[in-house]
Structures are given as C-alpha cells and as structure tokens.
C-alpha cells in the first residue's frame, strides 16, 4: 500500500510521497520491501495514487531488488479495501497487504502459519502499544477470533493495548466484501461486515518492532529506534564503530568529532572543528563547514551546511543551503531546496515549507508555509554568485548562458575567459554548451586577467563576454561576471533581460546545423600590452628606470607583466609570479601588503604595488613602506595629474570623499557622481569628458584606454605620472587632504527599507541632498550617505566630517534614526 500522501508529516512530504521518505539513507518502502523478501514474497503489487512516477522510477520492475513489481494506480482515492480490489486481477491467491509507510520488522512469517492454521478469510496483524489513541483497537478471544472493533477510541473506551498494523493475509474471497467504484475501508466497512456476517476473522499478535511514523516527531524517533537496534533493518555504510555508520567516499576532518550512533551517507564532507553528535543521521553529499554543531539531526541527500551552523532535533531537507552562523531549533523542520540566510535563526518546532528563503539574520519563530521572498536575485554585486556546485551548478550554468545567449541575436560571438580554478574551469565548459545550444559561438581566451577579457570584447563583431573566477575572500564562492561589447559591466538593464529569460526558461534553441562554434581568440595578451604600451610615454618611463616591488597576488596578471615591464624598462622584484588557484584563495590584502612594504623599504624602490588575482583592485605602497588606503590612493592619482584634469571631470561613486571633488575642482576639473554599483561607474566613465574614473574599493578606470576597471593600465599610468615628476610618491600622498570617514552596517528588514528611505528625506528636506543612490545628505562639516543592501537586508552608512570624532557621531546618529524606524 503505497499512495498515502503523509500529511502529517509535511513539510516532508510536500515533495515527495510518503513511502519515498528517508529513513537512515534509505526510502521507507525499501525496508519493507526488504523484509517482504526476507520471508519468501517474491511477487508484490504496489498501490499508488500521490506522485505515483516517484515510486515507479525508483523501484522499476523490482529486479534490482530480486521480486517481480506491478503497479495499480489509483485515479481517485478508493480507501484502504478499494484501492486493494483495483489491482484484484493480480490477485489471485492468498495474499498479504503491509503498508509501504511504516518502519517495521514483524515476523511476517508467523502471521502467515497462523492464518493458514486457522483457516481464516482474513487475519489482521496486531501490536502491542503504550498508547492505542491513535489507533484502530482490535479486541480478541482466546483462540484469536476477533471479537470488536474501536476505531480511535478515548481513553474511557481503551479495553485493549493490541492494534491494528495494517498487516493483513487476505483470501481472494475478500474480493466479495469490497463494493467496486467507490472508496471503501478495511477497519470500519469490510472487517466490521465479516465479523457481522460470522466469517473466520482472526487477529495474530505480531513479534517485533512496528513503527507508523505518522508525524515528524515518530520520524526522528524511528531514526533513533534504527541506530539503538530496536528494529532490525539494512544500513547502507561502512559500521566504523558500533552504530556508527560511514558510507563511500567520505572525508571527515581530522579535527572534526562524529559520535557514534549515526550515519553519514556517501561523498559526505566534514570540515575542521565540526562536532555531530549522537543520533544524527546525513543523507548523502552532505557539505558539512567548520565548526558547525549537530545533534540528533536528520539532513537529507546534498544539503549545505555553513561555517558555525547548529542544529539541534530537527530535521533539513534535501538541497537545502544553511550558511553561516545559522541556529535550528528542536522540533524544527526545513522543507526541500529552502535558502536560509547567514546568521538566521529557526525557532523551535518551526516549519518552513519547500523553495522558502530566509533572508540574512532574520529570526523565524512561526511556520512559514505560502509566504515566502521568492527567489534571491540572480544577479548581485558582481554578477551571479554563489557556492561552487552548491548555488551555482552546471545545470543552472548552462540555463544561464542560454538565457544571456538568447538576448543575443543568432550567430553572434562572446569571449569566455576564467581564472585557474577548477570551479571556473568546470563551469566555464557549462557556458559554452549553453551559449552554443541557443546559437552563439564563443571565443575562448582561456586563463588571463579579467582587464585583458574587457579588452578583447571590444574588437569588432564580438557581443559580450562571460568571465569566471572564485572570491578572492571565499575560494568556495564562483563569479560569473556579463561584459558588455563596449569591455564594461553590464548594465542591471541588461542583467534584468538575462534574469527574465532565465525564470521564464523562455530559451532559444536553434537546430542542430545552427549551433555555435568554440574557438580560441588569437593574440589577446600581445594586444593588449601593445595598446597599453601606446597610451604612455615609453622613452619617459624607461629614461627613470623606476624601481618596483609588483606581487601578482598568483593570479593570471603574472602571465603577462613579466614582458610588459620589460618593455618599460622598469626595475622589478617580482613576488607570487605564477598563477595557483591556492594561492590566490589564500591571498589576503594587508599580510600581502606587509611583505611588499618590507621589500620596498629594503630594496629602496619607489614604489610597492599588489594586483588581485582577477587584475581589477590596484593596492600601492609608496617609497617609505606606507600602505596606501583605497581613497589615500584615489586622491594621490588625481593629484598627480595636476594640469591635466583642466576642463576634465573625474568620475567616482556617490560614497567617495568628498576631497575628490576639493582636489579636482583646485585643478579646474569637475566631479561626476555616480551610484555605487561597478556598472554604474563604468558607464560614468564612457562620458567623453571623463578621464579618470574609480570606485571606493581600490578598483580605478583610464578612460582614455577602456572604460572599465583595470589594475594594469592604473599601474602603467601611474608609473608614466611617476616618470614625469621628480617629487617622490610619498611626498605626494603627505600633501594630500586627510579623509575622515566611517562607515556602519545597519540590520534593515527588506519591508522596511522603502518607508525609512521616505522618512529619512523627508527628516532631512531642509538639507542640500544628492538622491543619486540612496541618499547623501550635506551638514556644514561633512556629509551622512544612507544607502540600502541591494542584496541583504541592512542599510549601510556613511559618514565624513572634518574630523574622526565628528564622523562617528554623524553615522552614530543615523544608525540610532535607522533603528527608531525599523521598530516603528
């Protein structure tokens, strides 16, 4: 009997039908069929009616298991007897019926010889309970005869502690109590009319442990039940310790605990400092990050759970993604596929139902069933990101790229380019499959710098590009970034196009002569290096044979600075001069940067620079060893431009010092602000008029060469200002103004972030205010920026004054106003 829908126990079962339910790795249906073949059934016929293919796909014709399996599916609920009359042609002899959703190892046998030696019409397996309420009560005589039914009596009627298991040895006689065409139950319409009728009736108390799990609570216990041995079925795995139960290709940390008894399914990963305690139970390619803590948890097949995530009692579904600092309560339960954000927590007995997303830090202490935020963005920061083959798999690569292949028109051509990484590597062939399957060819550069990717995407009849790497923060985490045929960001237009394509799965699909080419795009490096070298002076930076410490941060920039340096005749002590995917995950800024002031110091160079492993952030040290701030930097470029920057604008985001716009306008230039975002000030820097152009974070634009950001072009200008003038870089950066700015995080639910947007303008009408993102708004001394997370929920503020104090005191006081509004 396999078509109930187990209500009781959804979440779980929104997805899936009962049956197919996990226990310790394995469907509910598997053990019984297990113990069906134990006692000699080699013949089954399966009832099924909800998500009935999910049963047949499995199990198929039964070979795989040694039985013979056919199907009687179910149009419209018929009850427990009807559904059994539907297959009645199978059904010819003496027969058992057993439910394929419970947990059980009863001596089938027994109830068989007994039923043979009492000649009965029909015997119904019984158990002995602690508690019959739930239960259909079976009262007996002596010689087992069936004396009465109650059917989910009250206490006051409880004269018996022996139920009804749903195991039945029927003969085909049965058949003549079971009205066709119409529902019809076993315990209160067909037993109930033999007893009537005086047919041979009995009830065989059964031998061993039966289990209904017919709620969550009964489904974690039977986990429990399994790992004391109480019931006796297979568990898949190697029995490492006793009940402890460790499957193929897992990899436990040395530095991780696992305390036995439990289970940890196939291909399951569990990191440093992780503790999983008794009775918890993995499904398989669980991701299990550092120091996370378990205990008594059930998490289903491909799961992902985050650095310092705790779980306690509870049970996770399957593809679900909990990250960091996550805290699941007893008693919770989390549908399949839910995004939980980091920092969330789930109170206790919560349910959240299938598909749902958290956001970040939110705290949920009710069930959540139809509300939900409905998927994240697809588009972020940077472009699509999100765990390597946890977020971003092949399947949603490929759907990604025929999306953005779709906006295209038939027959064009985009570069594909990546960093060393086998995630980028992997994903990057998904790209071409997609881009192919919607009829766009694709250039391939292989391993270069992301700056090298924009500049080839410029040339003629290319549409775009597509470039791969993981976060320099986060070597687990993939970009895929969009490039536009100009060499910029894409616009969040153009990302809306992709992602509306991508929802609707509205794809073109071309025919088979229509698919695209792979190719490779000849000469990249070489041609980039010669536009560079044509921008600056040669002859200039060769006469000053400047002296340079450059780390190349084991990133793709290595490939191609040895030669250019070359060719401008500077003095290099190069470090990290090779791309390795580890070492650029490890990379980290201001360690990186500690080596190269050190070497700087020493060597007596002029200058220091460190280049991300993508080649877009520029960090410099100056000749004294002083590590450069990203806005110190910034002002020190446009101050050595000096004359230049007359009747010339500079282009940075709206949250960049206001020193820019002091400095600029002291040289007769004038400042162009922009929102925050890398698209936005990219397409700044596309004005003609613009000749220089940065974002806050160490990334800058040369216009004059690519309107997009680049670390080598910036440090070859840089090293053409530094050629031309004799005074030293740090003498230069002493001149400049001192920044004063702070900068705070402010938790802003997502439904509130529009109504304090409101007030906060209309609080601050009586002020000169810049609405070109978010919200900046002027005071005599300084500046507040109020500006919303476009993907989590907070606001952040920024602050600049005269003075540090000042600055603190402006964020401090808009972070207290944020907060008043959210509690409102």
Not at 72 to 80: C, F, I, K, R, Y
């Amino acid at each position: 009997m396999a078509g109930g829908e187990g209500t009781r126990l959804r979440p779980l079962t929104s997805n899936v039908p009962k049956p197919m339910m996990p226990l310790a790795n394995r469907p509910m249906m598997e053990h019984i069929l297990d113990l069906l073949k134990s006692h000699g059934f080699d013949e089954i016929v399966v009832t099924v009616a909800f998500m009935a293919n999910h049963i047949r796909n499995w199990f198929g014709d039964g070979s795989e298991y040694g039985v013979k399996m056919v199907y009687a599916a179910e149009d419209t609920p018929l009850g427990t007897a009807g559904s059994v009359r539907n297959a009645m042609d199978e059904l010819t002899e003496p027969f058992l019926v057993i439910s394929g959703d419970v947990l059980t190892d009863l001596d089938i046998t027994k109830i068989v010889e007994f039923h043979k030696e009492k000649r009965a019409l029909a015997t119904i397996g019984l158990i002995r309970v602690d508690n019959p309420l739930e239960f259909g009560i079976v009262i007996t005589r002596d010689d087992g005869s069936i004396e009465r039914f109650l059917e989910k009596p009250g206490w006051g009627q409880v004269f018996s502690d022996t139920i009804n298991t749903g195991v039945f040895v029927l003969e085909p006689e049965i058949f003549d109590y079971i009205a066709p065409d119409r529902a019809v139950d076993f315990s209160s319409e067909v037993f109930p009319a033999l007893l009537a009728d005086g047919k041979p009736l009995y009830g065989a108390v059964g031998e061993g442990y039966w289990e209904d799990v017919g709620n969550l609570e009964s489904y974690v216990r039977a986990h429990a039940d399994i790992l004391d041995r109480r019931v006796i079925v297979g568990i898949d795995g190697f029995e490492q310790s006793e009940s402890l139960f460790i499957g193929d290709n897992v990899k436990v940390h040395p530095d991780a605990e696992v305390i036995g008894p439990g289970v940890i399914g196939d291909n399951c990963r569990i990191e440093a400092g992780v503790r999983i305690g008794p009775y918890s139970v993995l499904g398989d390619n669980v991701r299990v990050r550092a120091k996370a803590n378990l205990e008594r948890v059930v998490v289903a097949d491909n799961a992902y759970l985050g650095e310092s995530v705790s779980i306690r009692g509870a049970v996770v579904g399957r593809a679900c993604d909990l990250r960091k600092g996550v805290s699941v309560a007893e008693g919770a339960v989390i549908g399949d596929e839910c995004f939980i954000g980091d920092g969330a927590t789930v109170g206790a007995d919560v349910k959240i139902y299938p598909f749902k997303t958290i956001e970040a830090g939110a705290a949920i202490n009710s069930s959540i069933v139809w509300e939900s935020k409905g998927a994240r963005s697809l588009f972020g920061k940077f472009g699509v990101s999100g765990l390597a083959n946890v977020d971003i798999t092949p399947e949603l690569v490929t759907r990604l790229a025929m999306a953005y292949g779709s906006t295209l028109p038939q027959g064009a051509t985009v570069i594909t380019a990546r960093d060393s990484s086998r995630s980028a590597r992997m994903l990057k062939r998904a790209v071409h499959a997609g881009l192919n399957a919607a009829g766009v060819s694709v250039q391939d550069l292989e391993v270069v710098p992301i700056p090298v990717t924009r500049f080839v995407t410029r040339r003629p009849a290319l549409s775009g590009a597509v470039a791969l790497r993981v976060d320099r923060e986060d070597p687990n985490i993939v970009i895929i970034q969009f490039i536009g045929a100009d060499g910029a960001d894409m616009s969040e237009s153009e990302h809306r196009k992709i992602e509306r394509i991508f929802n609707r799965e509205d794809y073109r699909r071309v025919i088979p002569a229509e698919i695209g080419d792979i190719d490779y795009a000849p000469r990249a490096l070489e041609h980039y290096a010669t536009a560079i070298e044509s921008m600056v002076d040669l002859r200039t930076i060769r006469d000053a044979r400047i002296k340079v410490v450059a780390d190349y941060g084991f990133g793709a920039v290595s490939f191609m600075m040895p030669n250019l340096l070359a060719k401008l005749g500077a003095d290099v002590l190069a470090i990290n001069p090779y791309a390795s995917t580890s070492g650029s995950a490890a990379f980290e800024r201001e360690s990186h940067a500690e080596r190269v002031a050190g070497l700087v110091k020493s060597s007596g160079s002029r200058l220091g620079v460190m280049f991300s492993p993508g080649g877009q952030q520029l960090t410099v040290i100056d000749d004294r060893g002083r590590l450069l701030d990203d806005s110190q930097l910034l002002l020190a470029l446009i101050a050595l431009r000096g004359p230049s920057l007359e009747g010339s604008r500079v282009a940075v985001p709206v949250s960049a010092t206001a020193k820019v716009a002091e400095l600029v306008e002291a040289r007769h230039g004038s400042v162009t602000l922009t929102a925050t975002s890398a698209s936005a000030v990219m397409a700044g820097a596309s004005d003609p008029l613009v000749c220089f152009a940065a974002d806050t974070e160490g990334r800058f634009v040369v216009p004059g060469f690519m309107p997009a950001f680049d670390a080598i072009a910036t440090f070859v200008t840089l090293l053409d200002m530094l050629a031309v003038t004799e005074e030293p870089l740090s003498e230069i950066v002493d001149a400049i103004p001192t920044v004063h700015m702070v900068s705070r995080e402010v938790v802003t639910p997502w439904e509130r972030k529009g109504s304090v947007m409101r007030v906060l303008v209309e609080q601050s009408k009586d002020r000169r205010l810049d609405l070109v993102d978010g919200v900046r708004i002027h005071y005599d001394d300084g500046w507040v920026l109020v500006l919303p997370d476009p993907e989590d929920p907070s606001t952040r503020v920024v602050a600049e004054a005269d003075n540090d104090e000042r600055a603190r005191h402006l964020a401090d006081e808009y972070v207290r106003r944020i907060e008043q509004l959210v509690r409102a």
